[in-house]
T-cell receptor, first 117, second 112 residues
């Protein structure tokens, strides 16, 4: 059963704590992405990685960190420096092995809802 | 930054009616994609239209793209209650290297 999994589905964090959100894919996709979604809003890009051991900041990277040690895994850490972390976090991946072929769609995981207590 | 801007923000229709959502963007693109999101879930890809295409169909979906006006529309024909969801457009900007920019979405409610 191929796809993207995110865990946990719900996560509660106390102020000042770091938490790590998991994202795993078995689609053999090269690129992976983390988005944040606030209520009634679109998706904002936090970080993305196009290849193992490499990643770039998105539009709202402050207070977040990532790693890409394996092709199938792209965990996101929400640090205590993120002042307003309560949001819905979505991970996605894409097979970017070739040029733009018209099949450049992103596959999304089910999301993790993070709440700061 | 949010490039795609959907219009309207919310749309409520009766089952069987058609639903039209619009998306405007600002820069040159490789392609434009539409995604659907049910409440509290991940996004599901619906349809992709490339910059050299003007219209595309997939089942009850029809997408148009006008690159001169930097706009796209998504038409859902013969809507069903199960179509109730948020719909997002996403642009793949030239030079972005597979980084999509999403709009804020249109919340579609189809009443039975």
């Amino acid at each position: 059963d191929g796809g993207i999994t995110q865990s946990p589905k719900y996560l509660f964090r106390k102020e000042g704590q770091n938490v790590t959100l998991s994202c795993e894919q078995n689609l053999n996709h090269d690129a992976m992405y983390w988005y944040r979604q606030d209520p009634g809003q679109g998706l904002r890009l936090i970080y993305y990685s196009q290849i193992v051991n490499d990643f770039q900041k998105g539009d709202i990277a402050e207070g977040y960190s990532v790693s890409r040690e394996k092709k199938e895994s792209f965990p996101l850490t929400v640090t205590s420096a993120q002042k307003n972390p309560t949001a819905f976090y979505l991970c996605a991946s894409i097979d970017s092995g070739g040029s733009h072929t018209g099949t450049d769609t992103q596959y999304f995981g089910p999301g993790t809802r993070l709440t700061v207590l | 930054s949010q490039q795609g801007e959907e219009d309207p923000q919310a749309l409520s229709i009766q089952e069987g009616e058609n639903a039209t959502m619009n998306c405007s963007y600002k820069t040159s693109i490789n392609n434009l994609q539409w995604y659907r999101q049910n409440s509290g879930r991940g996004l599901v890809h619906l349809i992709l239209i490339r910059s050299n295409e003007r219209e595309k169909h997939s089942g009850r979906l029809r997408v148009t793209l006008d690159t001169s006006k930097k706009s796209s529309s998504l038409l859902i024909t013969a809507s069903r209650a199960a179509d109730t969801a948020s719909y997002f457009c996403a642009t793949d900007e030239i030079g972005s290297n597979y980084k999509l920019t999403f709009g804020k979405g249109t919340l579609l409610t189809v009443n039975p």
